[in-house]
Structures are given as C-alpha cells and as structure tokens.
C-alpha cells in the first residue's frame, strides 16, 4: 500500500495520561500536515512539516501538543496530559511541491477517546 | 478572518436524482479550492480547481468555480446509494504553505 498510513486507528485513554500517534506519509512527499476533526466538522489545520522542519503551527496546537518530523519521513503527534476536549479524529496528510497540483492525500486518522 | 461555508449541511435525496452543492469562501490570498469525499473514514480526493469557469469533471460528478463571486459547486448526477458520504469543500491559501481551511461538509444520503 503506496498511501498514508496511521497507526493506531483507535486510542481510548483516559484524562490526564499522555498519547502519541504516527503517520507515515506517501513515500516522496516532502510535506506532512495534521489536522482534526470533531464530529460534524470539517478538519482544521494543526500544523505542518516541510521535509524535517515544522513550518507552522496553529494556534489550536496548545503546548500540551507537540509534533516531529525527524528525519523528513514519518512524523508523531504527542498530546500530554490529556483532556475530554482532546478527543476527536486526528489526520495527516501528505503532499508534494514537486507535483504541478500540491494535492493532499489524506491517512485514515487515528479516532481518540478521552475518558 | 478566512472561512469556508458549505450549504446545505445535510440532503437527502433518492436514487438517480441530481444534487448541487456549494460552497462559499473568504480569503485573503486565493490559490485553490478542493473538494474531498468523506465516508466513514479519511478524506478522499475529488477535484482541485484553481481558475474560474474551467468544469472538471470525474464520471457523474463534476465542479466548478466562480473566482469572482468567490462559490463552487459540485454537482453529482444519477446519485447512486454508493454517493451518500460527508462532501468537504477546502480552500489552499497563497503562501501558507498548503494548508488547507475547511468548510463544516454537506452530509449527503441517497435513498434507494
């Protein structure tokens, strides 16, 4: 399977403990996003790698959120000390500057339930 | 501030009608609107339009934009019960290096 993965898919935890999720993009993509999505939304932007540098984040990203990209591949999502609040659908997607159209190919999201 | 608004929220239509949905945005610096398809899982690529009045077309679906009245539509002819998922509507601005802002979707179901 040549597309972006996520792993897990579902994470229940419970308030207060720490999660981390993966995405692994479209293997030439340079750039990787991640955003989330509640229920009956659209998905808004969090923030966004190019290569191994985060370019920008936004201001729904508090400082419980951190996001890697270490070596321009893969990257993690870390929520600290969850709350209720935290719990929604979280996506990444990749794309390529390379490509005539940037088009973003989204994972299927990793579903969090905070308890 | 920059948004996307999509209209109608949800629809609910029978097999082989024909279904219009919009999409409206304000933002400062335009580069491209998409549309995705949602089921119950990620997001699936649709269209990207970037210049007005050009239709795109993918079998029964198609879409355009209006650059000056700032809307797209995406039109889906013949719906089948296979079309009912959550349309997203996004817009890319220039230099913000490619994110994407939503619109809240239309929920689409088709009845047999």
């Known amino acids: 399977d040549t597309g972006v993965s996520q792993d897990p898919r579902h994470k229940i935890t419970k308030r207060g403990q720490n999660v981390t999720f993966r995405c692994d993009p479209i293997s030439e993509h340079n750039r990787l996003y991640w955003y989330r999505q509640t229920l009956g939304q659209g998905p808004e932007f969090l923030t966004y790698f190019q290569n191994e540098a985060q370019l920008e984040k936004s201001r729904l990203l508090s400082d419980r959120f951190s996001a890697e990209r270490p070596k321009g591949s893969f990257s993690t999502l870390e929520i600290q000390r969850t709350e209720q609040g935290d719990s929604a659908m979280y996506l990444c997607?990749?794309?390529?500057?390379?490509?005539?159209?940037?088009?973003?190919?989204f994972g299927p999201g990793t579903r969090l339930l905070v308890l | 501030e920059d948004k996307v608004v999509q209209s109608p929220l949800s629809l609910v239509v029978h097999e082989g009608d024909t279904v219009t949905l919009n999409c409206s945005y304000e933002v400062t610096n335009f580069r491209s609107l998409l549309w995705y398809k949602q089921e119950k899982k990620a997001p699936t690529f649709l269209f990207m339009l970037t210049s007005s009045g050009i239709e795109k077309k993918s079998g029964r679906l198609s879409s355009i934009l209006d650059k000056k009245e700032l809307f797209s539509i995406l039109n889906i002819t013949a719906t089948q019960t296979g079309d009912s998922a959550v349309y997203l509507c996004?817009?890319?601005?220039?230099?913000?290096?490619?994110?994407?802002?939503f619109g809240q979707g239309t929920e689409l179901s088709v009845k047999p």
């Open positions: 996004a817009v890319e601005e220039i230099g913000q290096g490619g994110k994407l802002i």
């Open positions: 997607a990749s794309s390529s500057t390379g490509q005539p159209e940037e088009t973003q190919y």
